[in-house]
């Protein structure tokens, strides 16, 4: 028969609580570690999904931008065909109201009757927008080599009509634009020279 004294259950017990305390410890330290593991993932995953989201919104506004600048209408330069009813030199601007008018066989007649044609481009959504509100099939603008503020200055009327174009259209397709108008102008014009101003001899003074 195995007899224990108070001190032997004693010192038991301090061994039990004792090992009960470390494997507390343990317990905790490794549910601490399976926390932070955790947390660890969590965050990584929620990381990625919000730069999915984001890359998502990216490509989604992108092509939203993209196709905002332009719509299917478009707008034709040119020069002013002069005849009975039209007798002002200038440049021609045309802007279709509805997608295609040109290309019909009847609207193509009269939009050739009005203008020589030397380059087109399609408008901004923008400019378009304008055009909803509108019945006529095309809305031209012309800028006349005879206005006060032009006085038969080919370079002033390009200028113009490029400065009209500014928020629009970009610095290089407005150069491609004046050098289109510029050469047809200079084509049926082979002794044009450009008129001295007073403007410009006191911009040069």
């Not at 923008?126 to 005879?146: G, H, P, S, W």
């Not at 289109?180 to 911009?203: A, G, I, N």
């Amino acid at each position: 028969m195995l007899f224990l004294t108070m001190k032997d259950i004693m010192s038991e017990m301090s061994a039990s609580i004792a090992f009960a305390h470390t494997l507390a410890f343990r317990g905790t330290r490794n549910f601490a570690r399976r926390l932070k593991t955790s947390a660890t993932i969590h965050k990584t995953t929620m990381n990625t999904l919000l730069n999915d989201q984001l890359a998502m919104l990216e490509v989604k506004h992108s092509s939203e931008k993209t196709a905002a600048k332009k719509s299917r209408l478009r707008v034709y330069y040119g020069w002013c065909k002069l005849g009975k009813i039209r007798k002002r030199e200038g440049i021609s601007i045309i802007y279709e109201n509805e997608e295609g008018v040109a290309d019909h066989h009847r609207m193509n007649r009269s939009f050739l009757s009005a203008q020589y044609n030397v380059c087109w481009r399609y408008q901004t959504e923008r400019e378009a927008k304008d055009a909803k509100q509108l019945n006529r099939i095309f809305t031209e603008y012309c800028v006349f080599m005879d206005d006060k503020h032009i006085a038969g200055s080919l370079e002033a009327a390009l200028r113009a009509n490029s400065l009209a174009d500014q928020y629009n259209v970009s610095p290089s397709e407005r150069k491609r634009i004046s050098d289109e108008l510029r050469k047809w102008y200079m084509s049926e014009h082979p002794d044009y020279r450009e008129p001295v101003r007073q403007l410009d001899l006191f911009e040069d003074t």
